[in-house]
């Protein structure tokens, strides 16, 4: 690793709270979203003094309760890692300051390489990727002086959260835009794994309230955005989710019947780390 990206690197490092090293909430944390039976099951464990628990509650598509929240008798067991994997990384140019983002098969035990149509940038770290079938999409944070909406220089140690999307075979262009300044944790965004529905990408996320007066209350200083983008014309569009939020969370979506279920925990009082619960968010995928 270069030494301007290990410098790029200790900027991230150097974030304020919301970006440094944190403690997990008591109480219920790190909510999970899976697909089961055509129904939405949320996996999350509570931390009680000592001892964490895992619990589950299960929705219908539209966010019925269908099951109330119960214990989990039975300890999932970890899933193996897979043999064949595919996901989005970065690797440094040589002879310059930038990364270029790759995209990695393994396939039993041997890994290999496509370049992705889309420019390389500087400090650049992956979150999640998804494969849409032969695109792929993924999110990415990057210092936002080196990228803003205005596409000026922006003097500031916080990140940006961006998204692209690219044809994992060929060479036909690539799509970045910019989503906004997410919480972080450490250098990773709270934000979920694109969501690929209703012609469009999805993304969730923890940004901090917009106004001066909302930031000053615990309970309103963060919100959930759901962000939808159109991969054709780019155009990205977002709503606040109802709910309790924090930037101290993990957060989870998936979909099923015409729907999302976005999922992710609040400390109650606003407080760090506080005691935490599970909220939950259920929107309509638009037709057509």
Not at 196 to 212: D, G, H, K, N
Not at 269 to 274: A, V
């Amino acid at each position: 690793m270069s030494t301007k990206v290990l410098l790029g690197l200790a900027c991230v490092l150097a974030l304020p709270l919301n970006g440094q090293a944190h403690m997990n909430p008591h109480g219920d944390i790190n909510p999970s979203v899976e697909v089961e039976d055509g129904k939405f099951s949320i996996h999350f464990i509570t931390r009680v003094e000592t001892e964490t628990l895992e619990w589950g509650m299960v929705f219908s598509p539209e966010g019925k309760l269908i099951l109330p929240r119960h214990r989990i008798s039975a300890k999932r067991e970890e899933q193996p890692a897979p043999v064949d994997a595919i996901k989005v990384e970065t690797r440094e140019e040589p002879r310059s300051d930038k990364t270029r983002f790759v995209l990695t098969r393994t396939t039993n035990g041997q890994k290999t390489e496509h370049p992705l149509p889309l420019a390389p940038v500087k400090f650049a770290f992956v979150a999640q990727s998804t494969m849409a079938g032969e695109w792929a999409g993924f999110t990415w944070t990057v210092l936002s002086y080196e990228w803003s909406d205005d596409k000026r220089l922006k003097p500031s140690n916080s990140m940006n959260l961006m998204f692209s999307t690219a044809a994992t075979k060929g060479i036909a262009p690539g799509k970045t835009v910019l989503i906004g300044e997410p919480a972080m944790i450490n250098y990773s965004p709270s934000a979920s794994a694109p969501v690929w529905a209703a012609r469009r990408w999805w993304v969730a996320w923890v940004r901090q309230a917009e106004t001066e007066a909302e930031r000053k209350d615990p309970l309103r200083a963060w919100e959930t955005i759901l962000t939808s983008i159109d991969p054709v014309s780019g155009k990205v569009e977002h709503k606040r989710l109802p709910g309790l939020s924090s930037w101290n969370t993990p957060v989870s979506m998936k979909t099923t019947g015409g729907w999302l279920c976005i999922a992710w925990n609040a400390s109650i009082d606003g407080s760090y780390p506080g005691v935490a619960k599970i909220v939950t968010a259920f929107e309509k995928l638009p037709e057509g």
